[in-house]
């Protein structure tokens, strides 16, 4: 007996380009692997399980009934036929609407077309700088496709997460991999984990601050209670005085100036007397 509240579910993957989400069971029997049909903002997609089916409660899913869609069935033959039917449409519909974009000079970057798999519904995701009117490039859609156009502008994070690429740590960006949502990164985080404030160096493929710049980061803020700040006068317990300019938590060592000219050196936490806290 379920309690209120609670859903089983699974987690369905319909495109590497989309995020997974969860869809409600039902009185469907799936399992990991499992190709099924949901309803995504395009309309009708071949999806997979990858994860589920599990029991959750709504509040934990940020969602409520009304937007927890169903499975609506295992995938069929016939799903697939229309699946794999999709991929050049697809294609050719992007190099299309790229060609009328240029030609009618539209200020917008085309980055991905998804068509349902009744091809009732054909979707275009584009960045733009600013408000574009494509209502003239949706009429050349129509005509061209007879079947309903939406054009969607997603934002610079959404195109890195679309298109994908090798980050600077060498691996597919984490917006590609697994990242659903993403979560507001600041510089503070960057800050507070001493790293090189280099734009080349924090930034990702989109050009906005890294999204790994906050999986630590609550680790960093735990550990630095123990550091005495930058700027805070310090001395070691073999004597030397200096002042706090940077800190290597991970390794538990404090890096302080000796005064002008005289150099920095680097010295285990352990070893270092806060004068803040008159030891």
Not at 90 to 96: P, R
Not at 169 to 187: D, I, K, Y
Not at 209 to 227: D, G, H, N, R, V
Request: with cysteine.
């Amino acid at each position: 007996m379920r309690r209120e509240g609670e859903v089983e579910v699974v987690w369905v993957k319909t495109d590497d380009a989309f995020p997974i989400k969860p869809y409600a069971v039902g009185s469907l029997e799936l399992s990991v692997g499992d190709y099924v049909v949901v309803e995504d903002l395009v309309g009708e997609l071949l999806g997979r399980v990858v994860k589920g089916p599990e029991v959750v409660m709504l509040e934990e899913l940020d969602m409520t009934m009304e937007d927890l869609t169903p499975v609506l069935r295992l995938a069929t033959e016939d799903d697939w036929k229309k699946h794999e039917r999709n991929l050049p449409l697809e294609e050719e519909a992007f190099h299309f609407c790229r060609h009328r974009i240029e030609v009618r000079e539209l200020p917008m970057k085309l980055i991905k077309v998804k068509a349902s798999l009744d091809r009732r519904r054909i979707m275009f995701f584009f960045t733009s700088d600013r408000r574009v009117d494509f209502r003239a490039l949706v009429r050349d859609l129509a005509r061209k496709y007879r079947t309903r156009i939406e054009m969607r502008q997603i934002g610079i994070r959404d195109e890195a997460k679309m298109i994908g690429g090798i980050g600077p740590c060498g691996l597919v960006t984490c917006c590609r991999q697994f990242l659903n949502r993403f979560h507001s990164v600041s510089v503070k985080m960057a800050k507070e984990q001493y790293l090189m404030l280099n734009p080349s160096k924090i930034s990702g493929l989109c050009g906005r601050l890294m999204c790994c710049l906050s999986y630590e980061y609550p680790i960093y803020q735990e550990l630095a209670k123990e550091f005495p700040k930058v700027g805070e006068k310090v001395k070691t317990i073999a004597g030397v005085e200096g002042e706090v300019v940077s800190a290597d938590i991970i390794n538990r060592k404090i890096i302080i100036s000796l005064g002008e000219g005289k150099g920095q050196m680097t010295v285990p936490l352990e070893e270092v007397i806060s004068s803040k806290e008159g030891k």
